[in-house]
């Protein structure tokens, strides 16, 4: 495995496997890698020519009260373990050369930024597709691959590629739990055990949700008063960012589960914000009843 931290040294490698017919794929990541990154390194393995991994901690998607600082890094168990997963190229770039003390340029998508996790993260997906852009033209990926835990990401980096026109398939793949359920993060290493043992209760909330809407309630505002009543007792020292129903493609807020939706939900616990997502297709519950 190459490790490469010059960005045109990536470009100049990743445009050789393109010239020369490979199909190549791109996992980018912050690190501190997990089963639900290794996830997404075995989908691009097995289904390119070439695998690249970026490891860029992004400082641009980090509001300034933010865990820029604190987030887990480590770099040498990462390099290792993506060496193990059949990686070909790992870039981790240095923070001063991917964005200038003078860098003026931003991509954004404010229609599928501002609500969810935008609403509290103000530059978030600012920082997010600005990066995912930069790294895209340095890889160009002939896939790019994206855990679907952070939902509304994947929708904002489907819209930038598809809007810029960029020669990249992006590819969502599904989350990643743990055998109690909680959607495996980077963030999780901030638990405490008390914390910890409440977490699972995030995605149990969803299940709930959506084991409702396959009994029949539509109603967007009696399956929140669910789910929320769910979290005071089961999750205690969590505080609801939110929790909402949402269109898949254009995010939309809710009022009535009548066709497939997402429901989706953001909550800190301790020095963690945990988020997590599940889908709902209504039309299940017409299929389980035949
Ligand atoms: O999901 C992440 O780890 C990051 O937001 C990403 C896509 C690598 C951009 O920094």
């Given at each position: 495995m190459d490790i490469i931290t010059d960005p045109h040294a990536l470009q100049t490698r990743a445009f050789e496997w393109r010239c020369a017919g490979m199909k190549t794929a791109l996992v980018p990541t912050m690190g501190y890698f997990h089963e639900g990154h290794l996830a997404l390194m075995d989908h691009g393995r097995t289904n390119s020519d070439k695998l690249m991994v970026s490891l860029f901690v992004n400082p641009?998607?980090?509001?300034?009260?933010?865990d820029l600082d604190s987030y887990p890094r480590d770099a040498e168990r990462d390099a290792q373990l993506a060496r193990d997963a059949g990686v070909d190229a790992l870039f981790m770039p240095a923070p001063e050369s991917m964005f200038a003390t003078d860098h003026g340029t931003w991509v954004e998508v404010p229609g599928l930024a501002a609500g969810l996790c935008g609403a509290t993260r103000p530059t978030h997906f600012r920082g997010v597709a600005t990066v995912v852009a930069k790294l895209l033209v340095l890889a160009m990926p002939t896939m790019a691959i994206f855990g679907e835990k952070d939902f509304q990401q994947l929708s904002v980096i489907r819209r930038m590629v598809r809007d810029l026109m960029l020669p990249t398939t992006v590819v969502g793949r599904p989350i990643v739990r743990e055998p109690d359920g909680l959607a495996k993060s980077s963030?999780?290493?901030?638990?405490?055990s008390g914390e910890r043992r409440q977490a699972p209760a995030l995605f149990k909330g969803l299940v709930l949700a959506h084991n409702m809407v396959m009994g029949g309630e539509q109603d967007v505002d009696v399956l929140k008063k669910y789910v929320i009543s769910y979290y005071t007792e089961n999750l205690p020292d969590g505080e609801l960012d939110y929790l909402e129903f949402v269109d898949?493609?254009?995010?939309a807020l809710l009022t009535r589960v009548n066709a497939p939706c997402r429901v989706a939900v953001a909550m800190r616990l301790g020095k963690a914000r945990l988020i997590d997502n599940l889908c709902i297709d209504p039309s299940d519950r017409l299929v389980s009843e035949k």
């Open positions: 641009t998607q980090f509001g300034p009260s933010e963030r999780n290493a901030y638990l405490t898949p493609e254009s995010l």
